[in-house]
């Protein structure tokens, strides 16, 4: 059974309300300084910033929010098999591992599992991330329910970006679910899928 995402990475951050949070994840994939994206709602007001460290072997991104204080980090589980991602809470504390399952043709399917203490697995996932990556088109699923817990489309409007070194697609959040974990997600799929890309 998923445990209650509502405290993931904080309950402000948690949906409140019958309709869904839809926001905007613009990402720059070619920037120097470390600024890898930013996430707005779809009134242009800033919710959260992601910063990597570009040309660094540590291969960590920070999750800020809207203020500047780091809310989450992501690191990359080293000397893996398969490709893995920890998020983390601003003081580093491993909350959830999400991994790759398969990554061929269209299909980029993968799964997130809460940590116990010391980072010990959960034995079961607790969500599934099921779809295209490549096309970021792909629903955050809770495995015990079969609800989704969010989506990520690409905006097509903005198709014309990718040209140019960003990409922009709208992630909708649903009541009573954390945002800010969502975003941790997408950031993780992103680092994930994009450098076994590059690397096949």
Known sequence: MAHNPSAVIGQKFVVQGPEPQHLVFKENRI?????SGEVKDIFGQLW???KGK???LSEKKRVLDNEGNTIAMINE???SIHRRQYICRADETKVAEVKAKSFFQFKSNAEVTFLKGAGVEDSDPDYKISGSYLNRNYDIVDISTGNVM???RRDIVNMANFLFGS???AVSVMPGFDSAFVVCIVVTLDEIFSDRARDD
């Open 150 to 152: 969010a989506t990520v």
């Open 54 to 56: 570009k040309l660094s």
């Open 48 to 50: 959260f910033k992601i």
């Open 31 to 35: 920037s120097l300084t470390g600024d």
């Open 167 to 169: 990409d922009t697609y």
């Open 77 to 79: 589980k080293l000397f």
